[in-house]
């Protein structure tokens, strides 16, 4: 029932900046935390960042300083702005969403965007 869409990937020089969005749709809990994980070749996914809907940050030490997560919560956008890239950030990119109710874990996943580091 939720559908989430990224956009924004690309390739991008060492040093240079690059913005991810992704775009929830469908029937969304108003309270949720939104993140970006990572996933590159032949590696587990980790963590990026994430924010909740109250707006409390979360990031990977490895982005700390050079990314910053926000969100737009009328338009259940959530966004990563992505400055200072190294080659070490190349990797798929993934959009997520989980909420909690009393009885339920909600968790959605988008397809993916490719962001590429090059040297």
């Known amino acids: 029932q939720v559908q989430l869409v990224e956009s924004g990937g690309g390739l991008v020089q060492a040093g240079g900046s690059l913005g991810l969005s992704c775009a929830a749709s469908g029937s969304i ?27 409390t940050t979360n990031y990977a030490d490895s982005v700390k300083g050079r990314f910053a997560i926000s969100r737009d919560n009328a338009k259940n956008t959530v966004y990563l702005q992505m400055n200072s890239l190294k080659p070490e950030d190349t990797a798929v990119y993934y959009c997520n969403l989980r909420a909690h109710t009393a009885s339920r874990e ?4 988008g397809q993916g965007t490719q962001v590429t580091v090059s040297s």
Do not use: C, D, H
Request: hydrophobic share 30%.
């Open 106 to 109: 909600y968790e959605y996943w």
């Open 29 to 55: 809990f108003s309270i949720n935390t939104m993140g970006w994980y990572r996933q590159a070749p032949g590696k587990q996914r980790e963590l990026g960042a994430t924010i909740t809907s109250g707006g």
